[in-house]
């Protein structure tokens, strides 16, 4: 298979896949090495798309029409409730960040978009390997939130204030 046909598959499974796709897979599926699948996605940023690497593999991000940033905090247990409460209501979790009085804005891409995302991410927090950004400001962190409308946003707004996860900016 030549190379740009198999680069325009690539794009094909990230985009039809609702999960992270793992480059030894991809690599499998072509018959190629792992390094050659790392090369075609480097070709496809350069080319305008916008591929992310994450821990579970690659992710194809599509722009969704809306986004908000929301300023949140609950305790460490309240972590996978928070996240459903924006996935359930038809959002995306882009990324988690912390303003810090000494190290300033910290951030983290997360690219969460299902429950099992967020389950994921707890479970590796609560193995003790890392804790999570809030640790390091009494709870409170920002989510850029993203999804197909405002209407999507407002309810997702409505949704924390309810819970008493939303900090009024």
Same mark, same amino acid.
């Given at each position: 298979?030549?190379?740009?046909?198999?680069?325009?598959?690539?794009?094909?499974?990230?985009?039809?896949?609702?999960?992270?796709?793992? *480059? &030894?897979?991809?690599? !499998?599926?072509?018959? $190629?090495?792992?390094? +050659?699948?790392?090369?075609?996605? %480097?070709? =496809?940023?350069?080319?305008?798309?916008?591929?992310?690497?994450?821990?579970?593999?690659?992710?194809?991000?599509?722009?969704?029409?809306?986004?908000?940033?929301?300023?949140?905090?609950?305790?460490?247990?309240?972590?996978?409730?928070?996240?459903?409460?924006?996935?359930? *209501? &038809?959002?995306?979790? !882009?990324?988690?960040? $912390?303003?810090?009085? +000494?190290?300033?804005?910290?951030? %983290?891409? =997360?690219?969460?978009?299902?429950?099992?995302?967020?389950?994921?991410?707890?479970?590796?927090?609560?193995?003790?390997?890392?804790?999570?950004?809030?640790?390091?400001?009494?709870?409170?962190?920002?989510?850029?939130?993203?999804?197909?409308?405002?209407?999507?946003?407002?309810?997702?707004?409505?949704?924390?204030?309810?819970?008493?996860?939303?900090?009024?900016?």
């Amino acid at each position: 298979m030549k190379a740009e046909k198999r680069r325009g598959e690539i794009l094909s499974l990230l985009g039809n896949s609702e999960n992270p796709v793992p *480059a &030894g897979v991809l690599a !499998e599926r072509f018959n $190629v090495s792992r390094q +050659v699948i790392v090369q075609d996605v %480097a070709i =496809l940023r350069a080319n305008g798309y916008d591929v992310t690497a994450t821990n579970r593999g690659y992710v194809l991000n599509v722009k969704l029409q809306a986004s908000r940033v929301f300023k949140c905090r609950h305790s460490f247990e309240e972590l996978v409730d928070e996240g459903a409460c924006i996935i359930e *209501a &038809g959002g995306r979790i !882009e990324d988690v960040f $912390v303003n810090h009085r +000494v190290y300033g804005r910290i951030s %983290a891409r =997360l690219g969460l978009y299902s429950r099992m995302h967020v389950e994921e991410l707890y479970r590796s927090l609560v193995s003790g390997a890392s804790k999570p950004l809030m640790s390091v400001t009494d709870g409170y962190h920002y989510h850029t939130v993203a999804a197909d409308d405002e209407a999507v946003l407002d309810e997702i707004e409505k949704i924390l204030r309810a819970k008493g996860y939303l900090i009024e900016i």
